[in-house]
């Protein structure tokens, strides 16, 4: 393609200046070649992909940066594809960076076969690859006269330095007019403006000046008889701009075949799988092998079941690497990776890495599930904060006749390896790991043992000297029932434990009724074994009793139904 200006505009005036600029880019691209060529006349630099593999990521709109020496302004620069067709021509070049966008075509065919680099009178010194990014796509439209988009945030630019290359599309739309133009302003003065004919990527080596003020002035486009559809810059493809941290788990080549092998970074193999945290995102590259590729990150600790439906995935057959991205997106699927790693399948695929993404705001987190009854026993080896999930931890704090009183944590914030009782709406939820230094332990005794990350093989109350209670249901009375036998008590949940037996005639069969020291009031449709231990129970006669059977009773001024 021929040579793109920029070039400031005079507003009312006939004539426009042309403002060359011969700088060269900082150095965010992927090197193609480097080292020195004499192309003297048309002695042709080679570039085939099977040498330069770069090549092969080459896409629509990327560009094709070419450094040269020895030209002193008369050098011509001239792109071929590898069966010497000609697709790009720049003439009185002088030494610098030159650049060429690539068109979808031009693209195709340097990623398939490669790329000449030929022409007259200079010294060719580097070949780069300069992959497109979106800083903005939208549309300015005009068919009048100097139409304006609305203002741009200055957070698109905050990544540019001087150097930097900006690119902006543009088509003309109105061929009987002379004066197609577009500018980029800041405060409505112009940072970069050009004229043009045709439709192209108009592209500009950013002065200091110019990126200081794409940062800190208000911003629009603003174009003249031109559709004006996205701006651009141009950045290392080996270090997308996403990624904030990218750590290299595993490498190496495993074919899956038909899902007959796998990569196993399970349990001790997990490796820095274990800091995964929440938002973060697993990256596998892989190749394929043959059609009906299939590639699927598995639960080591569920039968090697594929932890959700995104972590499956139909793969195009290419001779692209290619990559597949998972999000770590809830804390049940975050503590499985902790705890026990991934496992990598598929068919058709041979995998050669495996990355953690380690994203901006990313934060450790625990599951917690409240059934339809909302109320549950939980326990985690990490300290939480319950403060925005809207409910209430509960310890042990005292136990008598029939009954464990449950007392709120201070800041409803728990301590690692500690029993709770939770209350709140049902649902499951993502709790946020907290420091040590902030979270509250237990004041005083906490008759609430935990299981934390791993269900727990219970022995009977007898064998373990002490008296054991789980958590349960019976019909519609909840509370903790003494355990006669032996029991596997599932991860994350938590058992009364006493030196004592606690246990009346009554709560034989109905349970230890849970006592809830703040003074809240109860569900009784919910809770009909639950009850406000602060507040006096009295019967419809006003008689006070210590302890309750079926019938009818009323405490804190409230009436409560026991079935």
């Given at each position: 393609?021929?040579?793109t ?56 709109g ?107 599309d543009?088509t ?114 892989f ?36 990559t597949f ?56 080896s ?41 209350r ?91 006592c ?10 919910l ?37």
């Amino acid at each position: 393609m021929s040579k793109t200006i920029f070039f400031n505009r005079i507003k009312k005036a006939v004539l426009v200046n042309l403002l060359l600029l011969a700088v060269v880019f900082s150095a965010r691209a992927e090197v193609v070649f480097s080292g020195e060529h004499a192309v003297g006349s048309w002695n042709a630099k080679q570039l085939p992909v099977g040498d330069y593999p770069v090549l092969a990521k080459a896409s629509a709109g990327d560009v094709i940066a070419v450094t040269i020496s020895d030209a002193g302004g008369s050098g011509r620069v001239t792109l071929q594809d590898v069966s010497w067709s000609g697709f790009a021509d720049e003439y009185d070049c002088a030494d610098g960076c030159h650049y060429f966008v690539l068109t979808e075509a031009q693209a195709q065919t340097v990623a398939g076969g490669g790329l000449i680099v030929t022409g007259e009178n200079y010294t060719l010194t580097q070949v780069e690859l300069l992959y497109k990014k979106a800083l903005w796509e939208g549309s300015v439209d005009d068919n009048t006269g100097w139409t304006q988009s609305d203002a741009l945030s200055n957070d698109l630019f905050a990544g540019l330095s001087a150097g930097d290359v900006l690119g902006i599309d543009v088509t003309a739309i109105n061929d009987g007019e002379s004066w197609h133009q577009v500018a980029i302003r800041g405060d409505y003065e112009n940072i970069l403006s050009a004229g043009v004919s045709e439709a192209k990527t108009l592209l500009s080596v950013l002065t200091a000046e110019q990126v200081k003020a794409l940062q800190t002035k208000t911003v629009d486009v603003t174009a003249q008889y031109l559709k004006v559809s996205g701006i651009y810059t141009y950045v290392d493809n080996q270090a997308p701009a996403t990624d904030e941290d990218a750590e290299v788990v595993w490498t190496g080549s495993q074919d899956t075949g038909d899902w007959s092998a796998h990569v196993n970074l399970s349990y001790d193999n997990r490796g820095s799988l274990s800091q995964t945290f929440k938002t973060d995102v697993l990256r596998i590259t892989f190749t394929t092998t043959d059609d009906g590729a299939q590639i699927q990150l598995s639960n080591p600790a569920n039968g090697w079941a594929k932890f959700s439906e995104e972590a499956f995935a139909e793969v195009e057959n290419s001779a692209e690497t290619q990559t597949f991205e998972y999000t770590v997106a809830n804390a049940s699927v975050l503590e499985d990776i902790q705890l026990t790693g991934i496992i990598v399948q598929g068919k058709n695929i041979n995998v050669t890495k495996v990355e953690l993404v380690k994203k901006e705001g990313r934060y450790d987190a625990v599951p917690a599930t409240i059934g339809e009854d909302g109320i549950a026993t939980f326990s985690s080896s990490k300290h939480l904060s319950f403060a925005e999930a809207d409910i209430t931890p509960y310890y042990a704090s005292e136990i008598g006749d029939g009954s464990v009183t449950l007392t709120p944590v201070d800041n409803k914030t728990t301590w690692g390896h500690q029993g709770y009782v939770l209350r709140g709406a049902q649902g499951s939820y993502d709790i946020p790991v907290i420091e040590e230094s902030d979270a509250t332990y237990p004041s005083g005794t906490n008759y609430l043992k935990a299981t934390s990350d791993y269900a727990a093989d219970l022995p009977r109350s007898e064998e373990a000297g002490k008296y054991l209670y789980i958590f349960a249901k019976n019909g519609s009375d909840i509370g903790f029932y003494h355990l006669d036998g032996t029991y596997k008590l599932a991860a994350h949940r938590a058992y009364l434990c006493t030196d004592s037996d606690i246990r009346t005639a009554e709560s034989a069969s109905r349970g230890i009724t849970l006592c809830f020291g703040d003074g809240g009031t109860t569900s009784v449709r919910l809770y009909t074994n639950a009850l406000n231990c602060s507040a006096s129970i009295y019967t419809l006669s006003g008689q006070r009793v210590k302890s309750t059977t079926k019938g009818i009773y009323i405490s804190d001024g409230k009436k409560f139904i026991i079935k």
